[in-house]
């Protein structure tokens, strides 16, 4: 979308003050993502071990700090529109300290599912959606490479957080480890988000499109609606695909060690995904961007249900990776392409709440498809159907657009 009221606004900042900005949330959303979301995985047997608490009711307390996030992002997004990052960012980081806290400590399980439901409402105001918005509102019409690059860079977080975590468990245990790794992200992020994101907060841009549309008219729209369902169905399908893809290859007969290195490898598809995003952006459409990357959704999971040999197995993992990383970019640019940035963050809150619920619930239902159709290579093909349906739904996201108004390669 070609649209000039992104450009940055009087009062906003500038050259080292944006370079501040951009390298102040890479750090910090390595360290948030890889404290409050990665770690757990690595710690869950453990956890499991030493409370005797099943797997399934740990994982559902964190599954539960997740609907907790996605709840938590509908008013931050509104904060964010009226008064910037720096404080509700702030308070996410000094929240998610004795919610870690808690969590450590926790003797009871009801004690551990309160520490994650205040984990959860603290990673609302601190991972992705609040730092896309002040990335998209301070980096005006240049924010698609800062996107980009912040992306990047949280790409690192379970590659530096997932061996740190295992290791320091495997020193002492897991509660000593959760208490570790709260000092590291109060020494990281609270600092950070409070000295990194000061700054003016620029007014909101003028309405994009040349319709004066307020956020509930954009919010109630058949666009949006249909923006939201593609981005949940292709989160969902993503999602469950990278969460069960060792189980898909232990069924088809790969030894574990196989299995983590193609889940590796599928990492490093991502990365090539999001280098590639600025060249896709040029030569596409905004409708024809999103329709194409859900369709390759689609495609990369039916090729995991369907080929049998490990060199075809690698290279529909490293292709799924890469439409992965492609979706992340496109997530965080899908209010922007369509409406401008005027209400970014009210409406990035809407949208990113499904898109957080179906990412909780797609692990266990990756599983649950793969004992109801009797295998994960069948489950596969059935979530690749799922990603086709988002890809149709695409095609309605983009709004209709008055004769006066121009935006880049809409078809």
Known sequence: ?????????????????????????????????????????????????????????????????????????????????????????????????????????????????????????????????????????????????????????????????????????????????????????????????????????????PPANGAALGHREIARSPAFFALVAALALGAFTAFAGVFNLVPLLLEQGFSPSVAAVTLGLGGGGQVLGRLGYLTLVARTSVRSRIVVILAGTAATTALLGAVTTAAALVGAAIGAGLVRGLFTLIQATAITDRWGSTHYGRLGGLMSAPIVLVMALAPWAGTALAGATGSYATAYLVLAVVAALAALLAIASVPRLTPTDTVEGTP
Do not use: K
């Open 1 to 205: 979308m070609t649209d000039t009221s992104t450009r940055p606004q009087p009062g906003a900042l500038t050259g080292a003050g944006l370079r501040r900005v951009l390298a102040v949330l890479c750090l910090t959303e390595i360290t948030s993502w890889g404290i409050l979301y990665y770690a757990f995985p690595v710690l869950s047997v453990s956890i499991s071990a030493e409370t005797g608490w099943s797997p399934t009711a740990i994982t559902a307390a964190f599954s539960l700090g997740q609907l907790a996030t996605a709840l938590a992002g509908i008013p931050v997004g509104r904060i964010l529109d009226r008064v910037g990052p720096r404080t509700i960012m702030t308070a996410g980081s000094v929240l998610a300290v004795p919610a870690l806290v808690l969590i450590a400590l926790a003797p009871t399980l009801p004690v551990f599912y309160a520490g994650w439901l205040l984990a959860g409402t603290a990673m609302g105001a601190v991972l992705y959606p609040p730092a896309f918005a002040a990335l998209t509102r301070w980096y005006g019409d240049r924010s698609v490479r800062a996107l980009m690059i912040l992306t990047l860079a949280a790409g690192l977080a379970s590659t530096v957080f997932a061996p740190l975590t295992s290791a320091v468990d495997q020193q002492s245990d897991w509660r000593t480890t959760y208490l570790i790794l709260a000092a590291i992200l109060a020494a990281i992020t609270i600092p950070g988000h409070w000295w990194g994101l000061r700054g003016s907060w620029p007014a909101a841009a």
